[in-house]
């Protein structure tokens, strides 16, 4: 979204009662409003959702909602797999694991 990351007196109408949230490594910012301002733009919010975009709500400054897309986003997922290898080259075990003993520790 254009343009949210000037200072909030000076977003357009619609936005000013946006702020951005880092929540996790895969959604660096995302758009978050107050309890009160979700309420009274719920129709924004849902316009928002369906151009694919997440709003978070929160409320007294921590995050009680987040409204999302009802068709979740396409993920790359080659992306994920090289995350994946990358952490797997990275983790050196001591020695090796029985999986089979592993689970059956499990089951005691």
Known sequence: MAGLDRPPEKLPYPYQCLRLTKLTS???????????????????????AQRGEPTVITKRGRVVAKLVPAKAVDWDRSAV??????????????????????????RR
């Open 26 to 48: 895969q959604e660096t910012f995302v758009g978050s409003m107050s309890v009160y301002d979700a309420k009274a733009r719920f129709s924004e919010i849902v316009e928002r």
């Open 81 to 106: 797999l090289d995350e994946a290898e990358a952490f797997r080259r990275r983790v050196k075990l001591k020695e090796p694991v029985d999986i089979r003993a592993l689970i059956e520790e499990g």
